[in-house]
């Protein structure tokens, strides 16, 4: 696998395509990072650590709204292992005008657009979810 953040967006777009609760991506502490800022913005429920050695997945509770529309209408990457895309603190944009955040990886740890503006930090955008 030459992606497995992109990976990780498309099991999560086809299981809510399919209308599926649940959906367990292969563990990496990056993919673990990005399911705990989901929950935090309230793009899925709750995820959770599952299996031990080379057996680790990351088992997330998807989200929904009371007549069946997702909380996540798309997750879109940015920065990928052909073209990285780097940003100074000045050009982070916001997403869909707030609606949504963008995943910035940092020298202090993956965090979202807000935060990086917050601290004065630039980096590689990874993602945008709205």
Do not use: Q
């Not at 007549?67 to 920065?79: E, F, H, Q, T």
């Not at 657009?113 to 955008?125: F, I, Q, S, W």
């Amino acid at each position: 696998m030459t992606d497995p953040i992109t990976d990780m967006f498309n099991r999560i777009k086809n299981a809510l395509a399919a209308k599926h609760t649940t959906v367990e991506v292969p563990f990496s502490k990056i993919k673990l990072k990005i399911a705990e800022i989901l929950k935090k913005h309230g793009f899925v429920t709750d995820f959770k650590r599952k299996g031990r050695g080379a057996k680790k997945v990351i088992k997330i509770l998807l989200k929904y709204n009371n007549d069946g529309v997702p909380a996540i209408s798309n997750l879109k990457r940015i920065s990928k292992p052909g073209r990285r895309i780097y940003k100074k603190v000045k050009e982070i944009k916001k997403v869909k005008d707030g609606y949504g955040i963008a995943i910035i990886s940092t020298p202090k740890g993956l965090m979202t657009d807000k935060e990086a503006r917050k601290n004065k930090l630039g980096g590689e955008v990874l993602c945008e979810i709205w």
